[in-house]
């Protein structure tokens, strides 16, 4: 009974967060009936379980560490969204994992052997990992494009500092400007216009997306009158749903990724 119910919350966590993940990759979305579904069935389910089966037999112990996990989850994704780091839907999901999955599930086994034992925090840092990873795709597609274009990277962006530049290496790449228009990216760069009409390329480095539209109206102004190139910088912006829900899959079946790591340096 204990391992079917530890399987409950795990299998929720995931069939919410993939369909989280689904949501917002297609409509950059999140139905907040997701979170009023997924937030009181995990807490049912995990609250069964403890009631049941308390950690090292002690329901009081038990019960205070679920709300020491669950209120420092809390704390921690209000911190990221106030501090703009996090999106609303992730906060969310944050912290219904902390209600589903406050603790490391008895039935999992990761490889490495070892799970905090506040585990949404190891979901999150897996997550981030797994986003961090994610910029080597960008840069080798650069270097790509460099080889078989022949062309610079940074045409019209020659006052740009380097470390502008770099960061556009990292976190995105050009594509041309008709197929940014129906696209879910977000452009990395802007267009500013003269008095004299001419038009000036910059690099957006933290694109919001309430300016996306007025940047891109500029964008096919310019490329149309022939004012800059039609390649434009942009980037994928992955929801973080969508590394959080890898985040989750590697903690289950691998472990925390950030002890793996410092573990082997030391």
């Given at each position: 009974m204990e391992e079917a119910l530890s399987m409950a919350r795990v299998a929720i966590s995931l069939v919410f967060l993939f369909y989280s993940a689904w949501s917002d990759l297609k409509t950059r979305e999140v139905s907040n009936m997701v979170w009023v579904f997924f937030g009181p069935i995990g807490l049912a389910l995990t609250l069964a379980q403890f009631l049941i089966y308390p950690l090292r037999g002690d329901l009081l112990q038990t019960l205070l560490f679920y709300g020491v996990s669950v209120g420092f989850?809390?704390?921690?994704?209000?911190?990221?969204?106030?501090?703009?780091?996090?999106?609303?839907?992730?906060?969310?999901?944050?912290?219904?994992?902390?209600?589903?999955?406050?603790?490391?599930?008895?039935?999992?086994?990761?490889?490495?052997?070892?799970?905090?034992?506040?585990?949404?925090i190891a979901i999150f840092s897996n997550g981030v990992i797994i986003a961090a990873v994610s910029v080597f795709y960008a840069l080798f597609r650069n270097i790509g494009q460099r080889k078989r274009s022949g062309k610079k990277l940074f045409e019209g962006h020659e006052d740009e500092s380097k470390v502008r530049k770099l960061l556009a290496l990292l976190c995105g790449y050009k594509i041309p400007a008709d197929e940014l228009v129906d696209s879910f990216l977000y452009?990395?760069?802007?267009?500013?216009?003269?008095?004299?009409?001419?038009?000036?390329?910059?690099?957006?480095?933290?694109?919001?997306?309430?300016?996306?539209?007025?940047?891109?109206?500029?964008?096919?102004?310019?490329?149309?009158?022939?004012?800059?190139?039609?390649?434009?910088?942009?980037?994928?912006?992955?929801?973080m749903l969508v590394f959080l829900t890898m985040g989750l899959v590697l903690a289950l079946t691998l472990g925390d990724v950030v002890w793996i790591i410092v573990s082997n340096l030391l």
């Open positions: 989850t809390t704390a921690f994704s209000f911190v990221l969204f106030y501090a703009g780091a996090f999106g609303g839907a992730d906060a969310k999901a944050l912290m219904c994992l902390s209600l589903a999955l406050p603790v490391p599930p008895r039935v999992v086994n990761p490889v490495s052997g070892y799970l905090p034992e506040i585990f949404p452009p990395l760069e802007d267009v500013e216009f003269s008095k004299e009409g001419d038009a000036k390329r910059k690099l957006v480095l933290f694109p919001k997306d309430e300016s996306r539209e007025a940047i891109l109206s500029r964008i096919v102004k310019a490329e149309s009158e022939g004012k800059i190139d039609k390649m434009v910088w942009v980037t994928p912006g992955l929801p």
